[in-house]
């Protein structure tokens, strides 16, 4: 185990200078982060919790109309945060590995940040509940769509909803422990439903009894389909051609265009009969003052609050994205509406394309990532072409909504890029975690694909969209080799991407901002290491030192901080990257990185001595770890040694990674 020494003055509310004076909110923040210690502030609720940036927050509306905002520190970065536990010392997020949602779901402690994994890759939004028992409810990926799961964490018990398929980015749990979603036919069996006629209808699901029932009613705070408010029952795919939606919240109704992405959004007052546009974006919560939301750039989100008064504030913004074409060489024979195109065919906005594009490249040629993400469903068994009757294979089938084979994958500001028409059963083995150039699956012509540059209309469909769904709308996205632009119909255009078939692995991270778990102390003789809680530290409040507690290390010292076991198989190359300064004495004492396999001796790869580059600032070092590649077992370690006459300040580190590949 590595000792901890927190040398953080205590937390403090701090008004938002910068960001206070360019907005009419009051806002207020400060941050949770005391590893080892129980605070009240991780003893409490918020009117919401998400995530931006790869940042956890929880934000409090104030009686005079002010916000708070409280920064939680988790173990690693999060794509996404879902809640508390009922007694609010846990939080349940998902993962950002790099540049990567994970998918996965776990809990973690906010004074300790030991993780527990809930639910393994592909979960795309959850849920927990207020009061005990403590349950989440989550949605994830099935073979034909998405799955409702609820699991007590209590007894450890998983209830899964089979025969339901849901609508994957809505989900929600009530005091009571129940949990309301959409449920929406399967398009694989109803070669009726197409993108632009959903069936879809609320659904309730009650753990307790294991029943699962329709409600149309009005849900404070929970979204009602306009159509459901017409029909009270169960639609049909003639029925729906709106997913308009209001929401409740006591004086104010939020009316809403569209459940599938970016909706046009409105705020009526009920009392004075007033309506105020909130413009386009993704609601995230409804408070009482105001709506929590997702805006969506060309290039990347930020999440905002906007008060029912007219005030916003933004309470952080996601990495830049940069978006590559999907074929090595292509031809754009479609692009959207939305992009201004006027005298070309284009995808239109009224069936929710209008941002889509339509690449057509040579036979069965290799579709590429256009960018970094986590696939979260697949469909590959769409075998026929239902839109051109000069194609061989032309026929009558579930053609999967018209879209054919389809892949969709996840970005790390919570987007996502949807592939259409691929080739039957051509998604690629181990294409889950995806990088620009990664070939993962086959331009086809399944479902209905039309076009002019080969005989069955064989194209690639590519369309980011705010929604996981089948269905979603698709939102403004412009590729590097088009110059941003939506670029010019009939031309051919290489990619920028080199294609690869396989990405970086991160195989060990560690930015040392929990209790470093797996990591161990190991000290033959002077000072050892361990974690200390700084202003200073590379990225937040802590790093490994190697003079825990004191202001520099002790003569004759042998002590290092030790990986847990990380495996290599698999991998042709891997590089491990972190975060130093350091001062020791000159060509005397020595920091090493060194390495062992299967319990094996130390060997060392690299050391360093004196007085790192740019000190006091913080420098990056590489080491290459490639002749390591395919074994198992290995460890790394970073060991400080001295001679017996003279010692300096010592090492810091932080942020440490190994990519392997």
Same mark, same amino acid.
């Given at each position: 185990?590595?000792? %901890? ?6 937390a ?21 982060d ?36 409280? =920064? ?107 949990v309301? %979603? ?9 070669p ?34 306009r ?28 009316h ?49 609050y ?16 940069s978006f ?18 006027k ?16 690449f ?30 000069? %194609? ?50 086959l ?9 002019t ?43 920028a ?5 396989? %990405? ?24 050892? =290491? ?58 005397k ?63 810091k ?9």
């Amino acid at each position: 185990m590595l000792a %901890c020494v927190d040398t953080l003055p205590a937390a403090e509310n701090i008004m938002a200078g910068p960001r206070a004076r360019t907005s009419p909110i009051n806002v207020t923040t400060h941050t949770i982060d005391r590893p080892g210690r129980t605070e009240p502030e991780t003893l409490r609720h918020f009117d919401s919790i998400h995530a931006v940036g790869g940042r956890v927050f929880g934000l409090d509306e104030l009686p005079d109309g002010s916000i708070d905002v409280t =920064w939680i520190t988790t173990a690693v970065p999060a794509a996404e945060a879902f809640g508390l536990s009922p007694d609010g010392s846990e939080v349940v997020y998902m993962p950002l590995v790099g540049d990567v949602p994970s998918g996965e779901l776990w809990r973690e402690r906010i004074d300790t940040h030991a993780r527990i994994q809930i639910a393994p890759a592909t979960v795309v939004a959850a849920a927990v509940a207020p009061r005990k028992p403590y349950t989440v409810a989550f949605t994830s990926a099935v073979e034909s769509g998405f799955e409702l799961a609820v699991v007590n964490l209590s007894t450890g018990v998983t209830q899964r909803v089979p025969g339901h398929l849901v609508m994957p980015d809505f989900v929600r749990i009530d005091g009571e422990g129940i949990v309301s %979603c959409f449920e929406e036919l399967d398009p694989m069996l109803d070669p009726a439903i197409t993108t632009s006629f959903r069936t879809t209808h609320s659904m309730v699901f009650d753990p307790r009894s294991g029943h699962t029932y329709s409600r149309a009613q009005s849900v404070e705070r929970e979204p009602r389909l306009r159509s459901e408010q017409i029909s009270g029952h169960r639609i049909t795919a003639e029925q729906v051609s709106d997913l308009g939606f209001d929401i409740d919240s006591g004086r104010f109704t939020i009316h809403g265009s569209t459940i599938l992405g970016e909706s046009d959004l409105f705020a009526h007052d009920n009392t004075t009969n007033v309506t105020a546009d909130l413009g386009s974006g993704v609601i995230l919560d409804v408070l009482e003052q105001g709506i929590l939301l997702r805006r969506i750039t060309p290039n990347s989100s930020y999440v905002e609050y906007a008060s029912f008064s007219g005030a916003k504030f933004t309470i952080g913004t996601n990495a830049i994205l940069s978006f590559t074409l999907p074929m090595a060489s292509s031809t754009l024979t479609q692009n959207g509406q939305g992009y201004g195109c006027k005298t070309c065919s284009s995808h239109t906005l009224a069936s929710g394309e209008g941002y889509a594009y339509d690449f057509a490249g040579p036979s069965s040629v290799h579709v590429l990532a256009v960018a970094s993400g986590s696939v979260v469903s697949s469909v590959m068994t769409v075998t026929c072409n239902t839109g051109n009757k000069g %194609c061989s294979t032309y026929g009558s089938c579930s053609d999967n909504g018209g879209f054919g084979n389809t892949v969709i994958y996840r970005l790390s500001d919570g987007t996502y890029i949807k592939t259409a028409h691929h080739q039957y059963k051509s998604l690629q083995s181990g294409a889950t975690n995806l990088c620009p150039g990664r070939y993962y699956a086959l331009q086809g012509s399944t479902g209905k694909a039309i076009g002019t540059v080969d005989p069955c209309g064989a194209h690639v469909h590519i369309q980011r969209q705010a929604s996981a769904d089948l269905g979603g709308s698709s939102s403004a996205m412009y590729f590097s080799e088009l110059g941003g632009t939506a670029g010019v119909m009939g031309t051919k255009y290489p990619s920028a991407s080199k294609e690869t078939a396989s %990405c970086p692995v991160t195989v060990l991270m560690e930015n040392v901002e929990g209790s470093a778990p797996g990591w161990s102390s190991a000290t033959t003789s002077g000072t050892p =290491w361990g974690i200390e809680a700084v202003t200073g530290a590379h990225s937040g409040t802590r790093e490994f030192t190697s003079n825990l507690g004191k202001s520099g290390y002790a003569n004759s010292t042998d002590a290092s901080v030790v990986s847990p076991s990380f495996s290599l198989v698999g991998f042709s190359s891997g590089t491990l990257t972190f975060w130093t300064k350091y001062r020791t004495e000159a060509n005397k004492d020595f920091l090493r990185i060194e390495v062992s396999v299967i319990g094996g001796s130390w060997t060392t790869l690299s050391s360093f001595s004196g007085t790192s580059s740019g000190y006091p600032n913080w420098s990056q070092a590489t080491v290459s770890l490639n002749a390591y590649a395919g074994l198992p077992n290995v460890r790394i370690r970073f060991r400080l040694t001295s001679d017996w006459l003279l010692t300096d300040i010592g090492v810091k580190l932080d942020d440490i990674q190994l990519v392997a590949q």
